[in-house]
């Protein structure tokens, strides 16, 4: 009789949605489960892995996170997430279940086809994609087409390229789930996730169960054991790519673009925080997160950004060997983050953490 094959859960969803913090959640109540992890980050800076890596937690171990940075995990199937997955599932003691992080700009279609390579499909099953959303977001309508100005910009230069990615992806990541989270609900009315829900359904031609969550808390029953054997139905929830290029071309996120700015030691907390959302203003920055270095506190302090909505707070002690400095990972669209655009921004992150040219900062 053939061995159970382990349940894998893809989380996904768009960046500063919260999945990360979902995750973390999930490790502090597992249900009992021996939990594993592979987290696919968007640049060559890994936070989220970094994060849970040091949070702690007795479930799970450092053994037991893998990170797959600076390469989407949907374009690099065969190179990283199947070693990955084999690694994982080759140990001694393999885990109950296993959850993967993918970057806020993956497609989880090719991801969770990629289950029925025969190096995975007799050993694991796909158990469900949770697509993590950010209520708040979507209701302040980050996500929405302004079909006014459209017309009016495509009237003054036929020659601009008014598709939006970014909404593409909103879609294409609810179209793979089997279970929606309308995260950070507790930032906006009842009326007003309603509203969100209703938006959110229309994305998709099938009936998803959604849940709504405050900082990503839900049961792990609720998570995991949905048993939908996604691997088996993903073909019939294409993305827009798949659509529009069935070919078979690799799509690529050239929409995108990420860099790393350094700085030294915060001189102000507060000032720095204030003069980021400026900075994210003024380059219309997707998401800002990584870690700085606060002068007097021995641990570190996160930085986690969606738009001008700003989190901050100390995770660990920095290591012994670990060189303390500022490092944030930016990531914007790719026409807006020029090389230029970078050294300006990698300028001012620098002035702002030696407590200088925060006003200049939103300029």
Known sequence: ???????????????????????????????????????????????????LKGCGIETCSEDDVVELNNGCICCTVADDFIPAMTKLLDRETPPDHIVIETSGLALPQPLVAAFNWPEVKTRVTVDGVVTVIDAAAVAAGRFADDEDKVAAQRAADTSLDHDNPLEELFEDQIRAADLIVLNKADLIDRDTLERVRKETAAATARTVKTVAAENGKLPADVLLGIAAGTEDLIGARKSHHEIEHEGGEEHDHDEFESFVAEAGPIADQKTFVEGLKGLIGAHDILRL??????????????????????????????GKDETRATRLVVIGLHDGLTAEVCSTISRKIASLAAGEGAAQAAE
């Open 1 to 51: 009789m053939p061995a159970q094959k382990i349940p894998a859960t893809v989380i996904t969803g768009f960046l500063g949605a919260g999945k990360t913090t979902l995750i973390r959640n999930l490790l502090e109540n597992p249900g009992g489960r021996k939990i594993a992890l592979i987290i696919n980050e968007f640049g060559d800076l890994g936070v989220d892995g970094d994060i």
């Open 289 to 318: 997160k990584g870690f700085a270095d606060v002068p007097g506190k021995p641990m570190r302090l996160v930085v986690q950004a969606v738009g001008q909505r700003i989190e901050t707070y100390f995770d660990r002690p920095w």
